[in-house]
T-cell receptor, first 116, second 116 residues
């Protein structure tokens, strides 16, 4: 069974500072994918970034980067130069690598608030 | 390109009524997912299809829930009869349906269901 743990229910960060959102995972699958989604107050789920279990380098997408530490089973999201528009819920998720194991298992989320 | 389309965006109904939620996946995507989001249980998968065939329906809460995918561009989630505890946001997501953990799911805007 797959499990995602997000231990920070809420975070407050000053605008323009960098922020790290924690995510640890547990799985017995040798191949898996890790994802981060953003859910603003409007409710939609927005895909941010993906990391594959066999990827040698950390994923980056603009101001988002994923600090992937496979041995520690952690996949923290780093947002550089935070903006007011980054205020939202952030969910870490994973899926298995096999066909038939495509479902995403989500963490409980972290509510990020950017302070002007 | 159009994203995942869901309708209706909001639905208010009375207990005992039938509710039908609709989803149009991204063109070219072969997998379709129905998720439910509540405060108590977070985001959980209800069912997913690959090439219009249900692959995993273990998350469907009970016989009152049913889902169909008659073709590659349309799916429905039906609740009959509806109960107040079904009140939630229902998301549809789609992906290419690739193995290996690399497949990214893109979410629709969600349907907010309220059962009175």
């Amino acid at each position: 069974a797959q499990k995602i743990t997000q231990t920070q229910p809420g975070m407050f960060v000053q605008e323009k500072e960098a922020v790290t959102l924690d995510c640890t995972y547990d799985t017995s699958d040798p191949s898996y994918g890790l994802f981060w989604y953003k859910q603003p107050s409007s409710g939609e789920m927005i895909f941010l970034i993906y990391q594959g279990s066999y990827d040698q380098q950390n994923a980056t997408e603009g101001r988002y980067s994923l600090n992937f530490q496979k041995a520690r089973k952690s996949a923290n999201l780093v947002i550089s130069a935070s903006q007011l528009g980054d205020s939202a819920m952030y969910f870490c998720a994973m899926r298995g690598g096999d066909f038939g194991n495509e479902k995403l298992t989500f963490g409980t989320g972290t509510r990020l608030t950017i302070i002007p | 390109d159009a994203g995942v389309i869901q309708s209706p965006r909001h639905e208010v109904t009375e207990m005992g009524q039938e509710v039908t939620l609709r989803c149009k996946p991204i063109s070219g995507h072969n997998s379709l997912f129905w998720y439910r989001q509540t405060m108590m249980r977070g985001l959980e998968l209800l069912i997913y299809f690959n090439n219009n065939v249900p692959i995993d329906d273990s998350g469907m809460p009970e016989d009152r829930f049913s889902a169909k995918m008659p073709n590659a561009s349309f799916s429905t989630l039906k609740i009959q009869p509806s109960e107040p505890r079904d009140s939630a946001v229902y998301f549809c997501a789609s992906s290419f349906g690739l193995a290996g953990g690399t497949d990214t799911q893109y979410f629709g805007p969600g349907t907010r269901l309220t059962v009175l």
